[in-house]
C-alpha cells in the first residue's frame, strides 16, 4: 500500500520500492517453488482452486507490473535508455497494479490463519470481537473502494491517477490498508465458510 501512494513517496523512490518487490517478489517464488512442483499432483477442492486462480491472477498483475516498471525505470535501469512512458506503459501499470493490490491482500487472505496463529502467541482476542472487528473494516474498506475510485482503475475508466496532495497521508494509508483488509478478509472468510460447509 506504500506502492499506491505515488504521490506521497515521489518517481525516485517508487522506483526504488518497485522493484525491491518484485526482488522480494522472485524470493518468495523460490522459496515456495514445491507449490509449483505440486501444482499437477492431488484433487482440487474449491480451496484450492481459489488459492490457485488468485495466485495465477497476481502473478500475471506482476508480470505486467515488471514489464511496465522496466518500461517506465528512468533510475534503476536508466542505463539502458529503454524509458517509454508511453499510453500502453501507462494503461498496462494502472490495470496491473490495481488487480495486484487486490489480489496480493486475497493471497495474505488465504494465509491469514497462520498471522492469527501467531498473533495468540502475544494477544488472544476473542472470536467474536475478530469478526466484528473484520466487519468494520471490511465496510470501511467498500466505503474507501469507492471512494478512491479503485473501480476505474481495475477496469481502466481512466488512464491517470488523480491525487489530492493536500490530504494528510493518515488518512490515504488508513483508506487503502481498509480496502486491503476487505479483500484479506473475504478470501479468509471464504475458504473458512467452504471447509465449514
Known sequence: ???????????????????????????????NFNWYKNLPKGKYNFNRALNTFIN???????????????????????????HNSGAFTRRLHIISSSWAFIFMSAHIGMHW???????KKFINIKKPISIITALLIS?????????????????LMTE??????????????????????LFIFMSYYLQRLNSKL
Not at 17 to 30: D, K
Open 160 to 181: 491517470f491517477s488523480f491525487f489530492n496532495y493536500e490530504e494528510p497521508i493518515i488518512l490515504f494509508f488508513t483508506d487503502y490498508i481498509s480496502v486491503m483488509g
Open 56 to 82: 495465477t491472477m497476481l502473478f500475471l498483475c506482476m508480470a505486467g507490473l515488471m514489464i511496465s516498471g522496466i518500461l517506465f525505470s528512468q533510475r534503476v535501469l536508466g542505463f539502458l535508455n529503454i
Open 139 to 155: 465496510l470501511y474498506g467498500i466505503i474507501s473502494f469507492i471512494k478512491r475510485g479503485l473501480y476505474n482503475k481495475i477496469f
Open 113 to 119: 490463519g497462520m498471522f492469527i496463529n501467531m498473533s
Open 1 to 31: 500500500f506504500i506502492l499506491m501512494a505515488y504521490h506521497f513517496t515521489g518517481d525516485a523512490m517508487h522506483e526504488y520500492l518497485g522493484f525491491l518487490l518484485f526482488i522480494f517478489f522472485i524470493l518468495h517464488h523460490i522459496l
